[in-house]
């Protein structure tokens, strides 16, 4: 009998959770608005979605923006320049639509449709795919985001609300 190798990404890989409802992901947005962000909290977010994604063993890349400045990226082992080009993609989505990647084609799919076929936006620039977040300050809203690219979509997506709940609860 032959076996398949396992390589250490399949090894780690974390099973892909449910997928979350509009609701569950609108109030995602809602409780993960944060009272400022600055240059040090780029770097303390992107260090810590760093951490959790080698703990993991995660193939990613990250990539955190506020307005037109990229303040943080890593690329870990087994990511590729694809993601580099989904990560502009997903932001590019948040950035139009000032809510995450994965809620704007979770509301493009309860419609009955694709984002890729009804939104009009050419898809080589724009990917409504989960893992894009906006980064959205009290009293001001969306100022930037935070995005992971390089596992499915819903991972991806898992990946930065998790590590987004850990560092407003710190």
């Known amino acids: 009998m032959t076996t398949r190798p396992t390589t250490p990404a399949t090894a780690q890989a974390p099973a892909a959770p449910a997928a979350p409802s509009i609701a569950e992901l609108e109030e995602q947005e809602r409780r993960l608005t944060l009272p400022r962000f600055t240059h040090d909290d780029a770097w303390a ?47 590019r989505v948040v950035e139009r639509y000032g809510c995450s990647s994965y809620l704007v084609g979770s509301r493009y799919r309860a419609k009955g449709t694709t984002f890729e076929e009804s939104s009009r936006l050419d898809p080589d620039r724009y990917a409504a795919h989960g893992g894009a977040f906006p980064i959205a300050v009290e009293g001001v809203g969306v100022i930037g985001t935070v995005v992971v690219s390089g596992l499915p979509q819903i991972v991806d997506h898992a990946l930065v609300v998790a590590a987004l709940e850990r560092f407003t609860a710190s």
């Open 45 to 91: 977010l992107g260090s810590l979605l760093v951490e959790m994604a080698r703990e993991r063993e995660a193939p990613v890349a990250i990539d955190i923006r506020r307005g037109g400045q990229q303040l943080f990226h890593a690329a870990l082992p087994g990511s590729t320049p694809d993601n580099d080009a989904w990560i502009d993609r997903k932001r």
